[in-house]
C-alpha cells in the first residue's frame, strides 16, 4: 500500500520569508515517482513537478526547490523569498512505475502568506 | 495548447435530479480520470479510463454514478439520481502513457 503523509496542515507566513512544506511517503515499490501540484484559491490543481525515484537530484526552479531524500523517503517543498500569489494548499503525491497509474494524495497543505 | 477542459464549472441542482458532468482531455492523452474532492475525504479517485476503456472504477461510490468515455476525446460523469451528500468539486484529469497527470479546473456540484 502506499501512503503520503503531510503533517503540516496549515502554515501561515510573512511575506519574504522562506517556507518548507514537509511530504513523507511509503511505498514497496522500487521505482516509483512523487508530484508537487499547487490549489490555488480559484480551485483548478496545477502540476509543479514530478521526480523519479532514480534521481535524488534536488531541483531548483526560480524560487521554488524541491529536495528528495530517499533515505528517510521524503521529498519537501521550499518557497524562497515567499509572495502572496504563493497562497494556496500545496499537495503531495505519489505513484508506482507508470503503468500503475492511480495518484495517492496527501492531505494537503494550506499555506497563507501575510502581506 | 488547450489543457484539460471541463463543463459546466457550476452546477446546483435538487436532491433526485440527473446530473451530468463532462470533460474534454488534452489532445493525444491515452489515460483519462475522474476525481472527487470534499473537505472531509480529500482528493478520491473515482475511475480511469485508458484508450476510452474502464481500468478501474473501484472509486465509484455507487450504483448512482455512472462514466462513459465514447471517444478519445470525450467523457462523462453522470449521477442519477442525485443527493446531497454528492456535493463536491468534480476534476477530471489526462495523461499520456499513465504519466503526469493534468488536471482541468473542476466542476463545482451542489445538490440541495
Known amino acids: 500500500a502506499q501512503k503520503v503523509t503531510q503533517a503540516q496542515t496549515e502554515i501561515s507566513v510573512v511575506e519574504k520569508e522562506d517556507v518548507t512544506l514537509d511530504c513523507v511517503y511509503e511505498t514497496r515499490d522500487t521505482t516509483y515517482y512523487l508530484f508537487w501540484y499547487k490549489q490555488p484559491p480559484s480551485g483548478e490543481l496545477v502540476f509543479l513537478i514530478r521526480r523519479n525515484s532514480f534521481d535524488e537530484q534536488n531541483e531548483i526552479s526560480g524560487r521554488y526547490s524541491w529536495n528528495f531524500q530517499k533515505s528517510t523517503s521524503s521529498f519537501n517543498f521550499t518557497i524562497t523569498a515567499s509572495q502572496v500569489v504563493d497562497s494556496a494548499v500545496y499537495f503531495c503525491?505519489?505513484?508506482?512505475?507508470?503503468?500503475?497509474?492511480?495518484?495517492?494524495f496527501g492531505t494537503g497543505t494550506r499555506l497563507t502568506i501575510i502581506p | 495548447d488547450a489543457g484539460v477542459i471541463q463543463s459546466p464549472r457550476h452546477e446546483v441542482t435538487e436532491m433526485g435530479q440527473e446530473v451530468t458532468l463532462r470533460c474534454k482531455p488534452i489532445s493525444g492523452h491515452d489515460y483519462l480520470f475522474w476525481y472527487r474532492q470534499t473537505m472531509m475525504r480529500g482528493l478520491e479517485l473515482l475511475i480511469y479510463f485508458n484508450n476510452n476503456v474502464p481500468i478501474d472504477d473501484s472509486g465509484m461510490p455507487e450504483d448512482r454514478f455512472s462514466a462513459k468515455m465514447p471517444n478519445a476525446s470525450f467523457s462523462t460523469l453522470k449521477i442519477q439520481p442525485s443527493e446531497p451528500r454528492d456535493s463536491a468539486v468534480y476534476f477530471c484529469?489526462?495523461?499520456?502513457?499513465?504519466?503526469?497527470?493534468?488536471f482541468g479546473p473542476g466542476t463545482r456540484l451542489l445538490v440541495l
Open positions: 503525491a505519489l505513484t508506482a512505475n507508470f503503468g500503475n497509474e492511480k495518484l495517492t
Open positions: 484529469a489526462s495523461s499520456w502513457r499513465g504519466e503526469t497527470q493534468y
